[in-house]
């Protein structure tokens, strides 16, 4: 069956494009892997002729899943992304330097900032860019300059790997300087519909903090401490409390 071939598809192709090309695979080299001619080749880059099929053999070879390469194709004709798509969580998710990187970037913080945060090299630094321009993350301008291709508030699936990243980020707290930290903790009872009005909550005081660490920037000169914002609501496990207060009254 041919792919179809609405007004995305000469994005997704040229999305394809890139990702072939980033992993150093030239016409030729796509022909021998595939078992046919150059020319077939230069077609289905051209998209013609192009099968489902055969758009998921080129995908194997660029390292990419067919359901990305739509995602970037609607993303690039829509604008910027508000959520990720799997293979940029799970490599967001798997690579801690890389998370820290583009989250900064997200927050406004330029690269050189973060080469100085985490202490590496410049070269370093471009190589990770160039992963999530490949991972669709950025765009890297002639200038040198950073495009962001998602929207600050970009959101993630809540048990997928960012989200147990951002948990995991617990670990790195400074307990040495606890009296610092910013606390709250309540105990409610919510229905399934309050749940969704507190998640919309949360994302607005995301955006809030957000919009607070930006004004706060006006003087460079300032000092400044790195803060992870973790919300974090979960059921309680009420056999368990009803059993602990038991045993305690029985004690």
């Known amino acids: 069956m041919l792919f179809s071939q609405d007004r995305q598809f000469p994005l997704l192709i040229d999305n394809l494009k890139l990702h072939l090309k980033a992993q150093g695979l030239r016409q030729r080299d796509i022909a021998e892997r ?3 001619g150059l020319a077939t080749v230069k077609r289905w ?3 013609e002729g192009l099968t489902t099929a055969r758009l998921e053999d080129l995908c194997d070879l660029a390292k990419i899943e067919l359901f990305d390469l739509v ?6 004709h829509s604008g910027k992304a508000d959520r990720f798509t799997p293979t940029q969580e799970r490599a967001l998710g798997k690579d801690k330097r890389l998370f820290f990187i583009f989250f900064s970037l997200l927050n406004g913080w330029p690269p050189e900032e973060c080469e100085l945060e985490l202490r590496i090299s410049h070269a370093t630094m471009q190589e990770e860019l160039q992963m999530l321009a490949r991972l669709g993350l950025v765009d890297i301008l002639g200038s040198g300059r950073i495009r962001l291709l998602t929207t600050r508030t970009v959101s993630w699936r809540k048990d997928g790997p960012v989200a147990k990243h951002f948990e995991a980020r617990q670990s790195f707290v400074d307990v040495e300087h606890a009296e610092d930290a910013l606390t709250m903790s309540d105990f409610v009872r919510l229905t399934d519909a309050a749940v969704v009005q507190v998640r919309r909550l949360t994302e607005e005081l995301r955006r809030e903090i957000h919009r607070i660490a930006l004004v706060d920037r006006h003087d460079p000169d ?6 992870g914002v973790l919300f974090f609501a979960r059921p309680l496990n009420m056999p368990a409390i009803r059993s602990s207060i038991s045993d305690a009254q029985t004690g």
């Open 222 to 227: 300032l000092d400044r401490t790195w803060y």
């Open 45 to 47: 880059l051209a998209g």
């Open 34 to 36: 595939l078992g046919v």
């Open 71 to 76: 995602e970037m194709a609607a993303r690039s």
